[in-house]
């Protein structure tokens, strides 16, 4: 079954450690988004993927990097975890092209450092 | 740059209800236009899209949207709602010139009292 997946689904770390949250789809889609929610609060993006090789920075300013090597997946790293980074980290994908696409969401990160 | 207003932030009601969540976006060319539901533990869902033609819509579980586009609004509707509508939705929008993100707005935490 085609899908998005988000691992791990719940983390708690300690200050200075460098993590990795992963996300992978099963769809092919070609674009790919990562959010960050505070409880009871919007979504901001805070990076996004055209395709393969290909990132930019969203709105949201993220101290988080991306990477997209190959299509299905598209991992985001913090070298160095702050408390600051306490949050849930929604992983999205969609298909390209000017109609409305709807965006598919895995099931999030939700990141405590402690 | 692209925004999305949701002007409430939590609405309770009681079951058989009417429900209007509005939603205003700020960007005022070619857009197309979502909600999206997440009940509660689980990831975000598609409710409904528009992209182009009838200006109403209708999506699952019995809401509809209508986009009025010169009040630059999509607001969600649904004529009698249920406890198990009880969940937080949010408004989001795609527009060409901002690159195709998706932009989401702030959300509304809907409570139905049984």
């Known amino acids: 079954e085609a899908d998005i997946y988000q691992t791990p689904r719940y983390l708690v770390i300690g200050t200075g450690k460098k993590i990795t949250l992963e996300c992978s789809q099963t769809?092919?889609?070609?674009?790919m988004y990562w959010y960050q929610q505070d409880p009871g609060m919007e979504l901001h993006l805070i990076h996004y993927?055209?395709?393969?090789?290909?990132?930019e920075k969203g709105d949201l300013s993220s101290e988080s990097t991306v990477s997209r090597i190959r299509t299905e997946h598209f991992p985001l790293t913090l070298e160095s975890a702050r408390p600051s980074h306490t949050s849930q980290y929604l992983c999205?994908?969609?298909?390209?092209?000017?109609?409305?696409?709807?965006?598919?969401f895995g099931q999030g990160t939700r990141l405590t450092v402690v | 740059a692209q925004s999305v207003s949701q002007h409430n932030h939590h609405v309770i009601l009681s079951e058989a209800a009417s429900l209007e969540l509005g939603c205003n976006y700020s960007?005022?060319?070619?857009?197309?236009l979502f909600w999206y539901v997440q009940y509660p533990g689980q990831h975000l869902q598609l409710l409904l899209k528009?992209?182009?033609?009838?200006?109403l819509v209708k999506g699952i579980k019995g809401f509809e949207a209508e986009f009025i586009k010169s009040k630059f609004s999509f607001n969600l509707r649904k004529p009698s709602v249920q406890w198990s509508d009880t969940a937080e939705y949010f408004c989001?929008?795609?527009?060409?010139?901002?690159?195709?993100?998706?932009?989401f707005g702030g959300g509304t935490r809907v409570l139905v009292k049984p």
């Open positions: 999205a994908s969609s298909e390209p092209g000017q109609g409305a696409t709807e965006a598919f």
């Open positions: 769809m092919g889609h070609d674009k």
């Open positions: 993927s055209y395709g393969v090789n290909s990132t």
């Open positions: 960007y005022g060319g070619t857009v197309n």
């Open positions: 528009y992209f182009s033609g009838d200006p």
């Open positions: 989001a929008v795609i527009t060409k010139a901002a690159g195709n993100k998706l932009t």
